[in-house]
């Protein structure tokens, strides 16, 4: 498995932006698909964003759409998600996750987690 250990976030206005990283420890990192998920106060944990081992592949969530980017450079162990256009709503503990095998969106498919970073935006 990898530990991971996300930065990056912090308080912002909305319409603000940010960019989350992910870290990466250990070598097998370029076999990993790579997730985003956050969670809001009383929310159950949602899906943000995930790419596939090559970065050739992405998906969002619809919430998310057109405003989130999710990328990845393997040569430094790491996954971005660079937020623009956040609203209030976007506010949330987010935390990236890696999974092998099928690329999928499910919680239960990833295996590593990092602790999380908290992302606050102002109305």
């Known amino acids: 498995q990898v530990q991971l250990v996300e930065s990056g976030g912090g308080l912002v206005q909305a319409g603000g932006s940010l960019r989350l990283s992910c870290a990466a420890s250990?070598?097998?990192?370029?076999?990993?698909?790579m997730g985003w998920f956050r969670q809001a106060p009383g929310k159950e944990r949602e899906f943000v964003a995930l790419?596939?081992?090559?970065?050739?592949?992405?998906y969002y969530a619809d919430s998310v759409k057109g405003r989130f980017t999710i990328s990845r450079d393997n040569a430094k162990n790491t996954v971005y998600l660079q937020m623009d256009s956040l609203k209030p709503e976007d506010t949330a503990v987010y935390s990236c996750?890696?999974?092998?095998?099928?690329?999928?969106?499910?919680?239960?498919?990833?295996?590593?987690w990092g602790q999380g970073t908290q992302v606050t935006v102002s109305s």
């Open positions: 996750a890696a999974a092998l095998g099928t690329l999928s969106s499910r919680e239960v498919d990833f295996a590593s």
């Open positions: 250990g070598r097998t990192f370029s076999s990993y698909h």
């Open positions: 790419i596939s081992v090559s970065g050739g592949a992405t």
